[in-house]
């Protein structure tokens, strides 16, 4: 296992805090928040001792008609099997957190046609060493018509709903604050269904 994990698991073991492992598949239901897990496809057992983008935990949070994907670092492999295992209608999002900081290998166009979100947030540093996002992701996301914001030029992006109506709004000060209301789509009422 990765040395930075081992040292928070000692930590945790120290202060009696469970560490549990999440996999496809697996659901809950907190504070009539929907939460599923879409990825990763490899338990406890299976952690290889360098953490990999493709180990990312990915996320899909539904609160009454609303629905946000985080995805992590999961690149093109994990968002193809995605598709192949979920109705497209369970993976449809309002609000889709952009995959691995917005590098070129992520939020492929297949994957964000099937999202179809109405808010794009890129998670990136300015002036970071890996250049992300990547101009051929921003394209991307351009032509979905996703309203794209990003932390390296907005600030901290703030997404608040009460399962009805989207608000958004950024640290910095978006270009113009969000407030989208009314249903993107119909909720899914767990459509999910493995193919």
């Known amino acids: 296992m990765a040395p930075a994990f081992l040292n928070l698991k000692k930590v945790a073991t120290g202060l ?30 299976e952690i290889g001792t360098v953490a990999k983008n493709n180990d990312s935990l990915v996320v899909r949070l539904q609160y009454g008609d609303r629905i ?26 309002d609000v889709l957190k952009v995959g691995h900081h917005g590098s070129k290998n992520s939020t492929m166009p297949e994957f964000l046609k099937a999202l179809s979100p109405q808010i794009a947030i890129i998670s990136a540093g300015e002036e970071n060493p890996y250049g992300h996002p990547h101009e051929e992701l921003l394209e ?15 600030g901290a ?12 709004s950024c640290y910095v000060g978006c270009p113009e604050p969000t407030l989208i209301s009314g249903t993107a789509q119909e909720p899914d009422h767990r459509q999910r269904n493995q193919q």
């Open 157 to 168: 992006v703030q997404v608040l709903t009460d399962g009805h109506t989207l608000h958004v």
């Open 68 to 93: 946000l994907l985080l995805p992590g670092d999961a690149e093109k492999q994990v968002e193809y099997t995605m598709l192949s295992e979920n109705k497209p209608t369970f993976l449809r999002a």
């Open 16 to 45: 009696h805090v469970p560490i549990e492992f999440e996999r496809r598949g697996q659901s809950f239901l907190w504070d009539s928040v929907q939460v599923d897990f879409l990825w990763p496809e490899a338990g406890a057992e």
């Open 140 to 154: 991307r996301l351009e032509r979905s018509g996703a309203r794209i914001l990003r932390t390296d030029r907005d």
